[in-house]
C-alpha cells in the first residue's frame, strides 16, 4: 500500500513554494520585509523551527545531458571590492561584499557525480524540510556534474551565461537548466542571493542559514553594501541581484587570466546574461548598464519592477519565455497578463526580440529541479503544470534556451 502521507506534505511544501513566487512575481514586495515577513511565519526561525514532512522520489535522477560535453561544477566565492561591509570584523579580506557562484562548466573528465548539496547543506536544509527518515529531501536528486573536474579546452574559450534566480529558494533548484547549458559548451556562473536563500552552499563544503543570524539588519545591509541603516531600509527589489551580474560579468577577465579552473577558457566577448523572476528583471537591469554583456534570457519576469517606465531600449537580442500562469485565479491572471504585455512591447521596441508562452507552465515550473523530483500527478495537482508532460515541459525551457545561445554566438 502507498504512503500518501508524504505526497500530502510535499504538496503543501510545493504549494507554499509557488504562492512565495507567485507573491513576488505579482507584487515584488521589498527584499527585507519578505524577509521579516518570513521570520514571522516562522520558516527561517531559529526560535521555533517549523519542518515540514517531504518525500522526494529515491529514483529522482537528472535526465542525461544532450550536449557532446560532460559537466564539471565548482564553487566560487567572490569578493566585490567596490560595496564596503563596514558591519564587518577588522581584517582585510572582511571588509568587502561577498558572494558565491556556482559554475557549471564543459569537461572531458569522466567520473562519478557528485552529490547534489554538502552533508552540512543537507544538515540545514532539513530543518526546513525533511523527509519521514528525518533527512534533507534533497539527497535524493542525483546530478550528472561532477565537482572540480578540468574544464574542456576550445580555441578562443568557451561563451558564458551568468544567471540570477528568482527570490526566496535556492540557486540549486536551476541546476539541470545549467548542466544541459555546459554540456552544449557554455561556462555557466550561477550567482547566489546572499539573504532570500533558505540555505547557501560555500566553496569548501559547509554551508550557512541567513536565519542562523536572524536575517539581522546589519547582516543585510553588509552583504547588499550599504553603509546606512536607513539606506539598507530602503533598499528594495530594484536592484537585487544586478550588483552580483555586473561584478561577474567584470571579473570574467581575472579568471580567465588565474590559474584555476577558468584559465584561458573564457571568451571574454560572448557574454548573456538570463535569470528568473526577479533575477530576470536584473538581468535586463545589468544589460542596460555594461557594453559586455551580448544577450539577454528572461525567465517570466516582470522587468518593471527593476527597470524604470522611460528604460532606454535593449541594444542586445534577447529571448523572452513566458510561463501561461496556470496557478493564477482570474484576477491575478489578468494583473500578470497586463504585466506581461509590457514586457513583451519593452522587447519588441529593441528590434532583436524573441518571446513564447510555456503552454502548461506556472510561474515556479522554470525551476526543473522540482520537477524532476515529483512525479506528474503531483505536479499537476500542485499547478505546476498543466496538461503537459512535465518531461516536455523542462525540455522546451533547456531548448529554447540553447537554441537563442547558438543563435546569438553564431553572429
Not at 535556492?170 to 550567482?191: D, K, W
Not at 530602503?234 to 579552473?261: A, C, K
Not at 513566458?322 to 514586457?343: H, L, M, P, R, S
Request: charged share 25%.
Amino acid at each position: 500500500m502507498k504512503n500518501n502521507s508524504g505526497k500530502r506534505w510535499t504538496r503543501i511544501l510545493v504549494k507554499i513554494l509557488i504562492g512565495a513566487l507567485c507573491l513576488g512575481f505579482v507584487l515584488f514586495a521589498f527584499r527585507l520585509e519578505v524577509a521579516k515577513v518570513m521570520m514571522k511565519l516562522g520558516v527561517f526561525s531559529d526560535s521555533e523551527q517549523s519542518t515540514l514532512t517531504v518525500n522526494i522520489d529515491e529514483d529522482a535522477n537528472f535526465p542525461e545531458v544532450t550536449g557532446e560535453y560532460n559537466v564539471g561544477r565548482t564553487k566560487l566565492m567572490m569578493n566585490d571590492y567596490a560595496r564596503y561591509n563596514i558591519y564587518s570584523p577588522t581584517e582585510d579580506e572582511d571588509k568587502y561584499v561577498k558572494y558565491v557562484v556556482n559554475a557549471y562548466y564543459p569537461t572531458e573528465d569522466e567520473g562519478v557525480p557528485s552529490s547534489y548539496v554538502s552533508d552540512e547543506y543537507n544538515e540545514l536544509f532539513k530543518q526546513v524540510a525533511a523527509n519521514e527518515k528525518g533527512e534533507s529531501p534533497l539527497v535524493y536528486l542525483k546530478q550528472n556534474a561532477i565537482d572540480d573536474a578540468k574544464c574542456a579546452k576550445t580555441d578562443g574559450g568557451f561563451p558564458v551565461v551568468i544567471f540570477a534566480p528568482g527570490g526566496s529558494w535556492p540557486i540549486e533548484l536551476y541546476s539541470y537548466l545549467f548542466e544541459e547549458m555546459a554540456s552544449h559548451g557554455y561556462i555557466v556562473f550561477a550567482v547566489t542571493d546572499p539573504v532570500s536563500s533558505p540555505v547557501i552552499g560555500l566553496p569548501d563544503g559547509s554551508a550557512y542559514s541567513p536565519a542562523q543570524l536572524g536575517y539581522s539588519d546589519t547582516f543585510i545591509a553588509s552583504m547588499i553594501g550599504y553603509k546606512e541603516q536607513k539606506e539598507m531600509v530602503n533598499y528594495t527589489f530594484d536592484n537585487s541581484n544586478t550588483f552580483e551580474i555586473l561584478h561577474m560579468v567584470r571579473s570574467l577577465n581575472s579568471l580567465n587570466e588565474s590559474e584555476g579552473i577558468f584559465k584561458d577558457r573564457i571568451s571574454l566577448g560572448d557574454v548573456v546574461v538570463s535569470g528568473h523572476s526577479i533575477g530576470g528583471a536584473s538581468a535586463v537591469n545589468a544589460a542596460l548598464k555594461e557594453a559586455q554583456i551580448d544577450g539577454v534570457i528572461i525567465y517570466d519576469s516582470y522587468i518593471f519592477h527593476v527597470l524604470a517606465a522611460d528604460a532606454p531600449e535593449l541594444s542586445v537580442p534577447s529571448l523572452y519565455i513566458e510561463a501561461e500562469g496556470i496557478e493564477y485565479d482570474e484576477e491575478e491572471f489578468k494583473t500578470v497578463a497586463t504585466q506581461n504585455k509590457q514586457v513583451v512591447e519593452y522587447i519588441e521596441r529593441s528590434g532583436k526580440s524573441e518571446h513564447m508562452v510555456l503552454e502548461g507552465a506556472a510561474h515556479a515550473s522554470f525551476m526543473v529541479d522540482l520537477l524532476i523530483g515529483i512525479d506528474q500527478e503531483q505536479a499537476q495537482e500542485d499547478a505546476l503544470i498543466k496538461g503537459v508532460s512535465k518531461n516536455t515541459l523542462i525540455r522546451t525551457v533547456v531548448d529554447e534556451s540553447l537554441m537563442f545561445l547558438k543563435e546569438r554566438f553564431r553572429e
